[in-house]
C-alpha cells in the first residue's frame, strides 16, 4: 500500500466518515465522469472546485476531498474509498456477497442463504445484493469473499460436455471392445452424468479483474493462490499468476483477452502450468503451451508435466563424462560437450549460432538422443527454414520444435522454454539422453523484461528486474546426467545468447555464461573472414574438458589448442617482418593448415572416426606442404580412400573410441600408402 494511501485511510478513520456517505462520494467518482476530471484539471481555479465539491459531495467529506485536490491525489479517490468500506464492513462484523440468478429466490430461501454465509464465514452480518444473469440458464452463482459457489446450470453443461467427451474418446478412440459394448458404456455415462445434473457444481476460490490491459490482468481476491498456479477467466483463456500482491494478483493471459473486461470473473484451477507430453511429440512443431502448430492433427497426451520444476539435486546426479558430438571438428577437439552439461553459444547475429545448434542436432542421428530446439522470439520463416533444414537431413524424425516466435505476446515467449525444458524432462524420466537447444535466452530476457515492467515490478540494470538471474538459473539448473537410480538419463542444455559488438561483459550474457559450463564464443571478424564455424579459441572453453572427450579424440587433438594459440600470437608478432627463420615459417604454415582444416561447411558433421582420422593426419604432417586451396579436396579424397581401403579402422575406432599404438600404426600405414 503507499503511504499517502495509509495516511488518507488514517484521516477517514479519524474523521468517522459514515458508509453510507462513502458509497455516495464512490458513486458519484465513477458514474459522473466529468467530476474527477474537471477536479483533476489544473486550469479549474480552486474556487470553482470548492463550489463543485460542495454541491455534490456529502458534508462530512467535503473537507478531506478538498484536501486531496489541493495535493493531485482525487483520480485515487475511488479506489481509495473502496479500501476504507471494506475496512469498515470487517470492523463492523460484516461481509458483502453477490448472488446471480435466473429465478428470484423466495424470501424463506433467502433467509437461508443469510444464515449460511454468515456461518461459513463467521460474521455478525451479510450485505447479499441480487442480480438477475440470464446468462447462466438456470440455478444460481453465490460469490461471496474470494469463494464463488457455481450451481448454474451453464457450468453443470459445460461439465458434462468435457466428461462426455473424454469418455467418447477414450471408448472410440482408444477402446478395444466391441462396439455394441461401447454403446452401452456410452449411454451409462451419459445418464449418469444427467442423473448427477443438478449436484455436479461446487465451490471454487474466485476473483475479479479490476485492470486490464497489453496481456497483463490485475485480479482481486483468491486470497490462497499460488504463485506460477493457472486461472481460468470467464471468456476460457486461461492465465499465469506471477505477482502476489496485498489485495490483488498479477496474472499473465495465455491467449486473447477479447471478451473480457474490468469486473470479469477469474476462478482457480487448483493446477500448477504445465503441458501434455507423450511419444506423440517427438516429430511435430508444437506452440509454448504444446498444441501442435503445424497442421499434422492433434497430439494425445499421456501424461501432464509442469513447466517449473525443481532441479535433480546432487545425490540424484552423476558426473558427466559421455560425450555429446557435435560433428564439428572445433569444438569436439577443444571444447567438448558431455550428456548432461550446459554449453552457451554465444556471439552477435549472424555469426552462425544457430548453424552450430541445428549441426549438433542432425549429428545426433543414430546416437539414441532426442533432440528439442525451443524458438523465443524468431521469426515464424526463420523457424519454418530450421524445420525444413531438419527435415531434410532426417532429423525431425527425433526431434520437437518449440515455436515462440516474434509474433506472439511476450507470456508464450517467457513460458517456451520451461515447457521445452518440461518435454525434455519427460523424455529424460524414460531414461533417455535428452539435448535441448535455447534460441535464444536474450529475446526470453526481453521479453520477460518486458512482462515484468507491465507487472509492475522495480527495474534494474539495464531496465531488465532484480530477479532475470533466477530466471535463468532455476531454467539451466534442470539440465543433468541423473544415475541409474533416478533412470540414468541427461539432459544437455546448449543456450544461444546474442550479443552487440561482441560485448559479453553486458548484464545478460555475463549471467548466463557464470550459470554454464563452459562458452562457445562466435566473432563476426572471423566469421567475416572465411573462418567458420567462427570460434574464437581463445575466449571459448568448456568446464568439462577432456572428462566428455574419447580416449581417441584426446590422443589425436593433442596440443591443437595451444598450437592454434601459438600460431595466433606469432602471426600478430611477425606481420611486419620481412624476414623469417625456418622455425618460425614452419609454425605459421602448420597454423594456417589446421586453421583451414577447422573449416567445416554448414550440414556438413563429420563423424566421430573421421575427426581422429583427420586429426591424427594433421599433427603428423601428412598434409605439409599441400596448397591451403587443395586441403579440403585432399581431405575429402583421403577420407574416401580410408572408407575404402580401411574399414577395418574405422569400425575399431566406432566401437572402442580409443588410439591404441597398433591402430595408429594401421592408420600411419594407410596415410603414408594415400600419399604414394
Partial sequence: MKDYTKEYLNELLRLDISQEDCEKTKKILTEVGDVADTLSNPLVTHEEKRNIINKLFPESIQKFMMNAVREGQIGNMAELL???????IEKQGSIKALVRYVTPLTESQQADLKKFIMEKFVKEDVDIEYRKDPDIIGGFILTAGDVEYD?????????????????????????NAPKDRKNS????????????????????????????????????GMNSVMYGELVEFENGVRGIVQNLEEKSVGVVLLGDDHGLTEGSSVVRTGKRAGVGVSDELLGRVVDALGAPIDGLGDIKADDYFPIEREAPGVIERKSVNVPLQTGILAIDSMFPIGRGQRELII???????????????????GQDVICIYVAIGQKSSTVAQVVGTLKKYGAMDYSVVVCASASDPAPFQYIAPYSGTAMAEYFMSKGKDVLIIYDDLSKH??????MSLLLHRPPGREAYPGDVFYLHSRLLERSSRLDDEHGGGSLTALPIIETLAGDISAYIPTNVISITDGQIFLESELFNSGLRPAVNYGLSVSRVGGAAQTKAMKKAAGNLRIDLAQFKEMEIFTQFSSELDQATTDLLDHGRMLTELLKQPLYNPLPHYEQVILLYAAQHGFFKGIPLKELREHRNELMTYIRSY???????????KVLTDDLMERIERILTAFEE
Avoid at 473502496?82 to 469498515?88: H, K
Avoid at 450451481?151 to 477402446?175: F, I, N, P
Avoid at 530476457?445 to 518486458?450: D, E, F, L, N
Avoid at 580401411?646 to 572402442?656: A, P, R
Fill in 445 to 450: 530476457a526481453v521479453a520477460y523484461r518486458a
Fill in 82 to 88: 473502496e479500501d476504507y468500506n471494506d475496512i469498515l
Fill in 347 to 365: 556471439g552477435d547475429r549472424q555469426t552462425g549460432k544457430t548453424s552450430i545448434a541445428v549441426d549438433t542436432m542432425i549429428n545426433q542421428k
Fill in 151 to 175: 450451481k448454474s446450470y451453464r457450468t453443470s453443461l459445460r461439465q458434462m460436455k468435457e466428461t462426455l467427451q473424454t469418455k467418447a474418446a477414450e471408448y472410440v478412440d482408444g477402446g
Fill in 185 to 220: 458404456d456410452i449411454i451409462s455415462v451419459l445418464k449418469t452424468e444427467v442423473k448427477d445434473f443438478e449436484v455436479k457444481s461446487g465451490a471454487t476460490a474466485t476473483g475479479f479483474i479490476t485492470r486490464l490491459g497489453d496481456g497483463i490482468a490485475s485480479v482481486h
Fill in 646 to 656: 580401411g574399414q577395418d579402422i574405422i569400425s575399431e575406432l566406432e566401437e572402442n
